[in-house]
């Protein structure tokens, strides 16, 4: 709890906050943990574009409702953003550079002259060039700063009964693509309507990648230990045959199974 007594010290020195929601693990304890330091002068933004699926929108509305927070809602469009859509390696940079310019005038309009994302201490390692943009523009990150993994997100959230204690990990949709691939809208329907596809099947960690910009191929990332299911028979069928009816060409299955941040290979 020490972590979180730091956190929540940290928080309080703000005075007020405004924090990038996406509905994810780490903003949504984020969130909560400013409600209980800051009470009233806390407030969520959520942007909302195509490259998050609709469900977590829906999920985010929900989960600001219960908690009692005021919550706006910004819409974005990234593909609009120069050099975005050609999706270079820095493409995170480019989107988070953009968005979180927005967010902070959302939240400056809304009389709050700081904003917090939810970036933890396990985000440091991987190929993140997003969070160099956040320190460009001095976004606050509090959790990274009080120290907490997101093994420790999870167990507090828990505690606190958060519903997203337990919730899969999940990235924007343009992290399905391959860097120099370009992103179109068409492309991220397709990716977004495969996974929830493979979400309605029961399957609850998963990744569609896409790749080839007209012979599309879907390679599937799923756990190690979820691959046998979706290798039988019947349903390997049927998430063939939707996933065509969806627009691909080729659809496989990666036998290395789901891992976080498998498109930097080689960054």
């Not at 989960?63 to 859509?85: I, R």
Request: with cysteine; proline share 4%.
């Amino acid at each position: 709890m020490d972590k979180y007594e730091n956190l929540i010290s940290k928080l309080k020195s703000y005075g007020s906050v405004a924090i990038a929601f996406s509905g994810g693990v780490d903003s949504a304890f984020l969130l909560y943990a400013a409600r209980q330091a800051l009470g009233d002068k806390v407030l969520a933004i959520t942007a909302s574009s195509g490259l998050f699926p609709k469900r977590e929108m829906n999920e985010s509305l929900e989960f600001c409702k219960k908690l009692g927070v005021k919550h706006v809602v910004l819409e974005v469009d990234e593909l609009a953003v120069p050099g975005f859509k050609d999706n270079p390696k820095d493409r995170c940079y480019i989107c988070k550079k953009d968005l979180f310019t927005k967010l902070i005038k959302t939240a400056s309009d809304n009389g709050i002259p700081n904003l917090a994302e939810g970036s933890n201490t396990d985000d440091v390692g991987d190929y993140r060039p997003g969070l160099l943009a956040i320190k460009e523009l001095a976004v606050k990150s509090p959790l990274r700063e009080a120290g907490l993994s997101k093994d420790d997100i999870r167990k507090l959230s828990k505690e606190f009964g958060l519903p997203t204690w337990d919730k899969p990990s999940f990235a924007c949709l343009a992290s399905r693509f391959v860097y120099g691939e370009h992103i179109t809208g068409d492309k991220l329907r397709m990716v977004e309507e495969a996974e929830e596809f493979l979400k309605s099947l029961g399957f609850k960690q998963f990744r569609v990648r896409i790749h080839g910009d007209s012979s599309f191929l879907a390679r599937i990332e799923l756990p190690t230990e979820d691959l046998p299911k979706a290798a039988a028979g019947d349903l390997l069928e049927k998430i063939n045959q939707k996933l065509r009816e969806i627009g691909f060409v080729y659809v496989t299955l990666d036998l290395g199974g789901y891992r976080m941040g498998s498109m930097n290979v080689g960054v």
